[in-house]
C-alpha cells in the first residue's frame, strides 16, 4: 500500500536551515510527483511545493520561493524539502502527498503522518 | 494565485442535520477542486476530488457539486464521526490553494 514517512522535524532557531525528508513505498516511485504542505499550530493547510515525477519541475508557494528548495533522490524513493533562513512563521507540521493518478497534478489522497518543524530561541 | 474562499468558517449541527459547506474560486478552475476532512492531530482526508467524484471508501452521505468558481460540499445525516475541520482545495494550476477551512461543530 501506498506509503509516506516524513523525517527531519525538531526544533531550531530562526534564521538556520533544516532539510525534511518524505520516504515512499508502496508505489513506482518515479510515475509521481510529490507535493508538501504544511499547518501551522491551529491554522488552516498551506500548499508549499511540488517536485514533478522525473524530477524536472519544481513549483513553489510564492511566499516561500527562494527559501525552500525542493529535490528527489530516485535511487532511495526520497524527496527533500531543504528550508534557509526559517523563522518563527515557519513553524508547522509539514506533510508529503501524493496525487491519486500518475502524474503531478490534482487531489491529495495519500499523506504522510507529518514532522513537526518548531523555529523558537 | 487563486483565492480559495470557504464559508462559512464554522458551523453547529446537530447528528442527523444536514450541512453545506461553500467554497469559491477567485477564478475559474472548471472542476479542478478537491474537498478534505481533518481531524485534530491527523492528516487530511480526502473526501471528493475533480468537485463531484467521490473518493474510494468515502460514504454515500458525502457529495460535491459545483464548476468554475462556485462549488458545494454536502453532508446529509451528520453522524458523530463528521464532526471535524474541512478544507476546499483547488488544483487547476500552480500555486495550489486551500479555503481556509469550515470547522463543524456539535450544537
Known amino acids: 500500500q501506498v506509503q509516506l514517512v516524513e523525517s527531519g522535524g525538531g526544533v531550531v532557531q530562526p534564521g538556520r536551515s533544516l532539510r525534511l525528508s518524505c520516504a515512499a513505498s508502496?508505489?513506482?516511485?518515479?510515475?509521481?510527483?510529490i507535493h508538501w504542505v504544511r499547518q501551522a499550530p491551529g491554522k488552516g493547510l498551506e500548499w508549499v511545493a511540488l517536485?514533478?515525477?522525473?524530477?524536472?519541475?519544481?513549483y513553489y508557494a510564492e511566499s516561500l520561493r527562494g527559501r525552500f528548495t525542493i529535490s528527489r533522490d530516485s535511487s532511495k524513493n526520497t524527496v527533500f524539502l531543504q528550508m534557509h533562513s526559517l523563522t518563527v512563521e515557519d513553524t508547522a507540521v509539514y506533510y508529503c502527498?501524493?496525487?491519486?493518478?500518475?502524474?503531478?497534478?490534482?487531489?491529495?489522497?495519500?499523506w504522510g503522518q507529518g514532522t513537526l518543524v518548531t523555529v523558537s530561541s | 494565485d487563486i483565492q480559495m474562499t470557504q464559508s462559512p468558517s464554522s458551523v453547529s449541527a446537530s447528528v442527523g442535520d444536514r450541512v453545506t459547506i461553500t467554497c469559491r474560486a477567485s477564478?475559474?478552475?472548471?472542476?479542478?477542486l478537491a474537498w478534505y476532512q481533518q481531524n485534530p492531530g491527523k492528516a487530511p482526508k480526502l473526501l471528493i476530488y475533480?468537485?463531484?467524484s467521490l473518493h474510494s471508501g468515502v460514504p454515500s452521505r458525502f457529495s460535491g457539486t459545483g464548476s468554475g468558481t462556485d462549488f458545494t460540499l454536502t453532508i446529509t445525516s451528520l453522524q458523530p464521526e463528521d464532526f471535524a475541520t474541512y478544507y476546499c482545495?483547488?488544483?487547476?494550476?500552480?500555486?495550489?490553494?486551500f479555503g481556509q477551512g469550515t470547522k463543524v461543530e456539535i450544537k
Open positions: 502527498a501524493r496525487v491519486l493518478y500518475g502524474g503531478n497534478s490534482g487531489s491529495l489522497p495519500y
Open positions: 508502496g508505489f513506482t516511485f518515479s510515475s509521481y510527483g
Open positions: 517536485i514533478s515525477d522525473d524530477g524536472s519541475d519544481e
Open positions: 477564478q475559474g478552475i472548471s472542476s479542478w
Open positions: 475533480a468537485a463531484s
Open positions: 482545495q483547488q488544483a487547476h494550476r500552480f500555486p495550489y490553494t
